[in-house]
């Protein structure tokens, strides 16, 4: 267990009778000194927010604000610009790197399905309108993976850098087949052979192993944008023994 | 299997899909244009970015260099001079025969000098993005060339940019002639080497056509998109096809796509 200076353990009803739930405590709300905040690692919280369901998002759990929304949001705007304007990857191989599905996976896993759903049409609008693409091709393709990982996150482990290596792979594969195939019942006939293997392969290894990275920036980012924790000390004055007569 | 907000959710993503692949293309066209107009900082920045870093590596050159290089410029700027007079004395003497003979003048073109600010981030097209638009006289299919030769033609034109599709691209297919044999045959995008950019194919050239490499390969200004007599680029190879029917060769582009940073429009 990582990150642990309080431990919490609840009964949450559903299929998890009982979870620890844990992080730091912050603000004891009086009179009830029952209820408290409890802050945690957004990343582990998210572990807290999975096993109780939607229901409980009071205590432990941590939702994407609008502000955090916003930079993903400007983060997909300017990696569309940078995919536009920065080529020597093209030149060097041959093959553009995709960074929109990476960062789908980010959402998927982090964000609720408005993130998810903005940031496919969002992203998609934006990558289509600098591209010969069909506008509004890559829009599906994109929030398909990230519902599919949403939907599964109770299963990833996210905190591996491993899995995250492996959806971004995965991810940035499916998102440029599922534009082609697409793309092919459109009458816009993309330029495609044996050589667009090549490119997958480019695209989904530097996809993959950009993925990790998009977790450190905006786990850093989300820092940077959220109330500072507040450092708690061992001295509790509840627990004070209290000695001679009251 | 899911819960009602993913229904939610995919019905919005699929009516908004539906919505916009469903659009008019004019529509569709001016609806890319405008949400592409939300780069447009970002790209003047990167420009005028692009433009300062140049500026101060100009600002760092040694002195000597650039006297060598003015000096060099003048002579060249002198043979330019001399060579387009001889330039004018033929084409007044051509305007004079044309004349004689009742031939149609040739009609001269405008060009515009474009910054190319950004390329196609699919890996499937091959189109790129210029800072000219229609402010600038620059309209749908108007040819894209520069000194070198052929680049492509103009697929959309916004306000204060378009986009460029460029040759080897499927949508950019132009007729051309071998400048020898004067055998016209159509640029389409190379089927055997699609990861080279500088190759495409040359295809329904006349089975009795004498090809060899190295033939200059131009645009013969059938379709009315490309004035003749632009250099596209030189013969590779070719082989018969169809049952020998007709042949196919491949070319190889006078201008190389992937170093292009400034090209010149034709402006009406």
């Not at chain 2, 899911?2 to 699929?14: D, N, Q, S, T, W």
């Not at chain 2, 949400?35 to 005028?48: D, K, M, N, R, V």
């Not at chain 2, 004079?96 to 600010?117: D, N, P």
């Amino acid at each position: 267990m990582r990150w642990l200076d309080t431990a919490l353990d609840f009964e949450c009803g559903g299929s998890y009778k009982r979870v620890l739930a844990f992080g730091i405590e912050s603000g004891v709300e009086p009179p009830h000194s029952k209820f408290f905040t409890l802050h945690s690692q957004p990343s582990l919280e998210l572990e807290i927010r999975s096993l109780l369901g939607t229901g409980s998002l009071e205590l432990g759990t941590y939702r994407m604000n609008w502000l955090q929304t916003s930079v993903l949001l400007f983060v997909a705007f300017l990696v569309v610009f940078l995919q536009s304007t920065i080529n020597g990857l093209r030149f060097v191989t041959g093959a553009q790197i995709d960074l929109l599905p990476s960062l789908m996976v980010y959402a998927g896993l982090n964000g609720g399905l408005a993130v998810i759903t903005s940031v496919a049409i969002f992203g998609g609008l934006l990558h289509d309108s600098l591209s010969a693409n069909a506008l509004g091709v890559s829009i599906l393709p994109l929030f398909a993976v990230g519902v599919f990982i949403h939907y599964h996150r109770g299963m990833i482990l996210k905190e591996a850098a491993f899995a995250r290596f492996i959806l971004g792979v995965s991810a940035s594969a499916a998102v440029p087949v599922a534009t082609l195939i697409l793309l092919s019942n459109t009458e816009r006939q993309p330029l495609i052979g044996w050589f667009f293997l090549w490119q997958l392969f480019v695209m989904s290894l530097l996809g993959g192993l950009l993925t990790p990275l998009w977790f450190r920036f905006f786990d850093w980012a989300t820092g940077l944008l959220s109330y500072r924790v507040e450092a708690s000390t061992s001295f509790r004055p509840d627990r004070q023994i209290k000695r001679g007569r009251q | 299997m899911f819960k009602r907000p993913y229904y939610i959710a995919l019905g919005i993503v699929v009516l908004v899909t539906l919505v916009v692949l469903k659009l008019p293309a004019r529509t569709t066209s001016q609806l890319k244009l405008a949400i592409s107009g939300l780069f447009l900082p970002f790209f003047g920045l990167a420009t005028s970015t692009q433009k300062l870093a140049e500026k101060a590596g100009d600002s760092i050159a040694p002195r000597g260099a650039l006297v060598a290089q003015i000096e060099q410029l003048q002579n060249e700027n002198r043979e330019l001079k001399l060579r387009l007079a001889q330039y004018e004395t033929a084409a007044l003497e051509n305007g004079r025969f044309r004349q004689y003979y009742g031939w149609e003048k040739q009609a001269t073109y405008k060009c515009k000098l474009a910054r190319v600010i950004g390329r196609d981030p699919a890996n499937w097209w091959r189109t790129l993005r210029i800072d000219k638009g229609i402010r600038d006289g620059v309209t749908t299919n108007c040819a894209v060339l520069t000194p070198d030769g052929l680049v492509g033609r103009v697929s959309e034109a916004g306000y204060g940019q378009a986009q460029v599709v460029l040759l080897g691209d499927p949508n950019c297919r132009v007729a051309v002639l071998v400048d020898e044999s004067r055998d016209h045959g159509i640029i389409a995008p190379a089927s055997s080497s699609p990861l080279d950019p500088a190759l495409v194919d040359l295809s329904y050239l006349p089975r009795q056509s004498q090809l060899r490499a190295g033939q200059r390969i131009v645009t013969s200004g059938e379709g009315g998109v490309f004035p003749p007599g632009i250099l596209v680029g030189y013969l590779v190879d070719f082989r018969s096809i169809g049952y020998g029917l007709y042949q196919e060769a491949r070319v190889k582009l006078a201008v190389r796509m992937n170093g292009l940073e400034e090209v010149f429009v034709k402006v009406q």
